[in-house]
């Protein structure tokens, strides 16, 4: 092994991408890998844990829901391996109650689906987040307060589904439907 790595091999950011969709990943690999990263990419959480064991990345992109564990859940492993890597959640179903936690989680940022390369770079690399954006300034609907509602007891409940739906006092086929859902925007 020399003294001087190759020239852009080592010195290349590691990004690890854990999305289930594989023509986001696609996409978004060829993008990053255009920005000077050098990109590993995993469809699960399971997966995504082992890549990040055999080479711990810099950065982290991970989708907030995906078969198996969600995003938060791999969060704080991914963590443990080096304290000072940067997670960005991103995910398509966005709510208060997953953003904030996804920050006490450690994650530097939350963003939501469609995003392209420059949202995620810039979402990586922003020193602070600001809460209090993701708080809307116009009241949201009450169908969209029922949804924010049922994400902080599935948080709280750690992605539980049956515990979710005990806590709401609901069928847990009803829930299912509810959160096959795409979120009402306001």
């Excluded at 990109?39 to 082992?50: D, I, N, P, T, W």
């Amino acid at each position: 092994m020399s003294e001087h790595p190759i020239e852009g091999e080592e010195q290349q950011p590691h990004l690890l991408l854990v999305d289930d969709d594989t023509t986001f990943t696609r996409v978004m690999m060829r993008a990053m890998t255009r920005r000077g990263f050098r990109v590993s990419c995993a469809s699960s959480a399971k997966e995504g844990l082992e890549l990040a064991l055999q080479d711990v990345p810099d950065y982290a992109v991970l989708d907030l829901k995906m078969e198996g564990d969600s995003g938060l859940v791999l969060l704080p492993k991914l963590l443990e391996l080096d304290s000072e890597m940067r997670v960005l959640i991103l995910t398509g179903y966005s709510s208060i109650a997953t953003a904030v936690e996804a920050i006490k989680r450690g994650a530097c940022n939350y963003l939501c689906k469609p995003a392209d390369a420059d949202d995620v770079l810039t979402a990586l690399l922003s020193e602070h987040v600001d809460l209090n954006s993701l708080v809307p300034d116009n009241p949201m609907s009450v169908d969209r307060l029922q949804w924010e509602h049922i994400q902080r007891v599935l948080s709280e409940n750690d992605g539980n589904i049956s515990a979710t739906a005990r806590a709401l006092g609901m069928h847990r086929r009803t829930l299912q439907r509810k959160l096959q859902k795409r979120p009402v925007r306001r």
